[in-house]
């Protein structure tokens, strides 16, 4: 399986922005859907982002307006640019492939939204 490292996760104040990163190895990546998904404590993973290969997105209702993902094919990188958080979107967020079992899971990154 190829590795995902997430990163860019931190506290911030409601209303407040993150810009979260996830970078595989190898070149596969752009050929892949991947997907941003998040778990709180003592709930489930839920996809809340993805992106196709050719750029196409759709996301949850519960952050559509607010959250943005993209992708740098070069650098086998997707984003997502969190605005306006709340703070029900505290979690540990991850990266993988919603149709695929060829990524592994990293270990996240933790979003906290917080006064």
């Known amino acids: 399986q190829v590795p995902l490292v997430e990163s860019g996760g931190g506290l911030v104040q409601p209303g407040g922005s993150l810009r979260l990163s996830c970078e595989a190895s190898g070149s596969i990546f752009k050929f892949y859907t991947m997907g941003w998904y998040r778990q709180a404590p003592g709930k489930q993973r839920d996809l809340v982002a993805s992106?196709?290969?050719?750029?196409?997105?759709n996301y949850a209702d519960s952050v559509k307006g607010r959250f943005t993902i993209s992708r740098d094919n070069a650098k086998n990188t997707v984003y997502l640019q969190m605005d306006s958080l709340k703070s029900e979107d505290t979690a540990v967020y991850y990266c993988?492939?919603?149709?695929?079992?060829?990524?592994?899971w990293g270990q996240g990154t933790q979003v906290t939204v917080s006064s």
């Open positions: 993988n492939a919603p149709s695929s079992s060829r990524f592994k």
């Open positions: 992106i196709t290969s050719g750029g196409s997105t």
